[in-house]
């Protein structure tokens, strides 16, 4: 199935959302709870997977269900089709503050990888599916690195990541080390791997975890300077759950008054 070519605009600066404008017929796919609003003619039907060529029968849409639930997604994703004779919109919202991303598959090989939770929306006849690492460090340590999203085809897709947004470009053998959580996406032929932080006291009392992502080029590589689960932990360590009280700041002497009030 060819994939439908689309027309976008981005608005916002730290909490985007993504606009798309359809052509009569031409439908786009969107994760669970993303869509912001839509326009006139636009019917929405909620699939198995993700309506890719790939996901046909019982069976294609039963596995690419299947893929989804593994990466802790939704069973379903819901596609946006321009049911009436003129363009018509929909748009895309993200569900914390960061960037959107605009992927063209085309120009990357038509693979790209991303963290299970980056995928916003793309235009249908894109195939979403998971990747496994097979190296051992990546298996058993990987955390948010260990079971990817693969998005497939020649279509255009949205990801979205937390924060400031980089891209950078490695060059054969070039070496990147990232936390873990903050990779968000890369190109297909880029080596990955998460290894050992090295050093106990580091490790123990580093305060950036055991392991790091460890990026081999060439390929293309998109990095989030904060990531969802940081950006989680912080306001529980903040909160009253945390061990703070109020509207309290974190700081040592909030601390100490908390204890003697309790006393």
Known sequence: MAMDVIDY???GDDMQFVEVELDPGEAAIGEAGTMFYMEDDIEMETIFGDGSAGQTGIFGKLLGAGKRLVTGESLFTTVF???GRAKRKVAFGAAYPGKIIPMHLD???GTLLCQKDAFLCAA???????AFQKRLGAG???????ILQKLEGDGLAFIHAGGAIIEKTLHPGQTLRVDTGCVVAFTQEVDFD????GGVKTALFGGEGIFFAHLRGPGKVWLQSLPLARLANRIVGASKVGGSKGGEQG?????????????
């Not at 249908?124 to 998971?130: E, F, Q």
């Open 194 to 197: 998460i290894k050992y932080v």
């Open 251 to 263: 700081s040592v002497l909030g601390g100490l008054s908390n204890i003697f009030e309790d006393e």
């Open 124 to 130: 249908k006849g894109v195939s979403l599916g998971i």
């Open 81 to 83: 089709m321009n049911a």
């Open 140 to 146: 058993f340590f990987g955390g948010e690195g260990f």
């Open 107 to 109: 120009q990357m090989g």
């Open 9 to 11: 605009e981005i608005f």
